[in-house]
């Protein structure tokens, strides 16, 4: 399953909002840099996608279970952290599996 581009780049568009959203208050200027680093590489280059995955998902696990707790959200009410997830997630051209 090919996701369009067009689906990808709105995807990418919104893992930029979300950096915007949370701020320097929550986010580092390095984490924001990972950050964008893993969308750009799911969105720009397949062969990178596990790699860019893999990063991403450390370090929202990091933000998560520390400064992020309260802002992860639930299933009918999305934080920006699930939210950021999904995004950068959107931002691969075929679905990346969660853990690689």
Excluded at 53 to 65: Q, Y
Aim: aromatic letters at 4%; glycine letters at 8%.
């Amino acid at each position: 399953m090919n996701i369009d581009r067009s689906q990808r780049l709105e995807a990418y568009r919104e893992v930029k909002a979300i950096i915007d959203l949370v701020g320097r208050a929550k986010l580092h200027a390095e984490e924001a840099r990972t950050i964008v680093w893993a969308a750009e590489g799911l969105l720009l280059d397949a062969d990178d996608a596990a790699e860019s995955m893999a990063a991403f998902e450390t370090l929202m696990d990091d933000l998560e279970s520390h400064r992020w707790t309260g802002l992860v959200g639930d299933d009918a009410n999305p934080g920006p952290a699930r939210r950021l997830r999904a995004a950068v997630a959107g931002c691969a051209a075929e679905p990346v599996p969660a853990g690689v």
